[in-house]
């Protein structure tokens, strides 16, 4: 299983762009990066999943170079509603085995 | 259509209690999951099974814990002789088909409290 980077904790003001990335050095072939959400006594919530390039959809974008080594979720101005932590997954196609590691701590500040 | 619903919400045992925590997936998801979480962790992955199969029950406990998921009603994850250090959140997920191409739905948890 690929194992995952991330930064323990962010803070951001509201209205901002926040970028959180995650290293994923050993990535294979079949991997998919895919992020969750998890607010306080809820479950995951997906947000993204990518293979390489850029992905978009409603609420956030996934950035992913070429080696495919890092990916970056991008949430575009951010409200307090945000603040949440946020999990970077490296599913291997063939595994149905979600591995989450402890997630990046996004704080939104007023 | 109906989220993953889980119940009960919150559970609480004495020690050697038996526990079983409930999950109905989505309408039309034959795909569940079961994952714990311990406070400030990550969730862990215990077991996976689609309609009447265990597929990968890497991640349980050998002993006292087992989980099912019938033809008809929802997937049960028992415990049996509860202990301490089985306090946690439990989550249960569902999805269409393979995780890697159908995403996983999580449900609101079940948090085990054992006395």
């Known amino acids: 299983l690929a194992k995952t980077t991330q930064p323990i904790s962010m803070d951001s003001y509201e209205g901002q762009e926040v970028n959180i990335t995650c290293s994923h050095n050993n990535i294979a072939t079949n991997d998919y990066i895919t992020w969750y959400q998890q607010f306080p006594s809820q479950g995951p919530r997906f947000i993204i999943q990518?293979?390489?390039t850029k992905v978009t959809n409603e609420v956030a974008s996934l950035f992913i170079p070429a080696d495919r080594k890092s990916s970056t979720l991008s949430l575009p101005r951010v409200s307090l509603s945000d603040t949440a932590v946020y999990y970077c997954?490296?599913?291997?196609?063939?595994?149905?085995?979600?591995?989450f590691g402890t997630g990046t701590r996004l704080t939104i500040i007023p | 259509n109906a989220g993953v619903m889980q119940n009960p919400r919150h559970l609480v045992r004495r020690r050697g209690q038996e526990a079983r925590l409930r999950c109905s997936p989505m309408k039309g998801h034959s795909h569940v999951y079961w994952y714990r979480q311990l406070p400030e962790e990550g969730l862990k992955f215990m077991v996976y099974l689609q309609k009447e199969n265990i597929i990968d029950e890497s991640g349980m406990p050998k002993e006292r814990f087992s989980a099912e998921f019938p033809k008809e009603g929802p997937s049960i994850l028992r415990i049996q002789q509860v202990v301490r250090g089985d306090s946690a959140a439990y989550f249960c997920?569902?999805?269409?088909?393979?995780?890697?191409?159908?995403?996983?739905?999580f449900g609101p948890g079940t948090r085990l409290t054992v006395l």
């Open positions: 997954l490296v599913v291997n196609f063939g595994n149905e085995k979600l591995t």
């Open positions: 997920a569902s999805s269409p088909g393979q995780p890697s191409t159908d995403t996983q739905y």
């Open positions: 990518g293979y390489k």
